[in-house]
């Protein structure tokens, strides 16, 4: 401890030390040259000395930062060594309080045997604690999904047979009962849509729920080979009607609406063609007057033609 203190000492007093020297002017700063009173031989005297104190000073300085580092490494070795004789000192003082007990190979510290024990349940974990409710800014929105409802069979008074005429094979006799069932169809529907509207292959199709031939023999003077005719159950429901007369209706708004969009096209193209025109005119000055009369005209007109192409 006492070799402690003695390097904190001999450290403090080399600090202050430097810093006196630091505070002392340099030498060539106050340093004054007469060069009336002497001559040029004391100047390079005076130069010499002064140079050497400065390096006298300097090799003075650079000691003293030395001998604080050799200082400094002395006191963390020091206190590295305090502090390892600290700890060892305590763990003799450990193993001193300790005492010996038979039938333990170790020293224990006093009053920690234990000679009796007695078994007992360990403490219950705490109750878990219930989530925070959050209550929710809105309620859930129920969405309504719509169930599909198969169609309903048709009865047996809403089935209506079509018959075709005499055919020479399957397929004339199929296609001559198609014929008859839309003719048959159009009539029925007569009074909810126009009679020039005919439903189309698919709808026919769907509407057909069975199918029979059935095999004619014709002979006059001589025989012939086998004939056929076609005969067709087909749904002729209520519902098959709303069906027909709904689909009708879709068609009908989607021509107005065909309609609609290619007048409107005209019309655009018409104004287009006249504002064209006009600037163009302008922009010529009137020289093409006429050209380009003729040119609008026939834009309009083809565009026309184009347009009725496509809603017709």
Not at 47 to 52: D, H, V
Not at 149 to 169: A, C, F, L, Y
Request: hydrophobic share 40%; glycine share 4%; aromatic share 6%.
């Amino acid at each position: 401890m006492k070799r402690l203190i003695l390097v904190v000492l001999l450290v403090l007093g080399l600090v202050a030390y430097v810093r006196l020297n630091a505070r002392h002017p340099h030498i060539h700063d106050t340093y004054y040259i007469d060069f009336g009173s002497h001559g040029p031989g004391a100047v390079q005297r005076e130069y010499e000395a002064a140079r050497q104190a400065k390096e006298d000073a300097d090799d003075a300085r650079r000691e003293a930062l030395e001998a604080i580092e050799d200082a400094r490494r002395e006191v963390d070795e020091a206190t590295r060594d305090a502090a390892r004789d600290a700890n060892e000192a305590l763990s003799d003082a450990a193993r001193e309080i300790r005492e010996s007990v038979e039938g333990i190979p170790v020293p224990i510290v006093p009053g920690t045997r234990v000679t009796t024990a007695s078994p007992a349940p360990p403490a219950p974990p705490a109750a878990p604690r219930a989530p925070a409710r959050h209550r929710s800014a809105r309620p859930a929105r129920r969405v309504a999904v719509a169930s599909f409802t198969p169609p309903r069979p048709p009865k047996p008074d809403e089935i209506h047979k079509v018959v075709g005429r005499i055919s020479v094979n399957e397929e004339r006799a199929k296609a001559d009962a198609r014929r008859q069932l839309q003719e048959d169809v159009a009539t029925w529907l007569e009074p909810y849509v126009p009679a020039s509207w005919r439903p189309s292959e698919r709808q026919l199709e769907a509407m057909v729920m069975q199918t029979r031939l059935t095999p004619v023999e014709k002979s006059f003077e001589k025989p012939y080979s086998t004939l056929y005719v076609a005969e067709l159950d087909a749904d002729f429901s209520a519902a098959r009607r709303d069906e027909l007369v709904r689909s009708h209706q879709q068609i009908v708004v989607r021509d107005r609406m065909f309609k609609l969009a290619g007048l409107l096209g005209f019309v655009l193209v018409c104004l287009a063609a006249v504002s064209g025109y006009i600037r163009t005119d302008e922009a010529t000055k009137g020289y093409y007057t006429n050209r380009l009369r003729m040119l609008a005209a026939a834009g309009v007109g083809a565009a026309g033609v184009v347009i009725y192409q496509m809603i017709a």
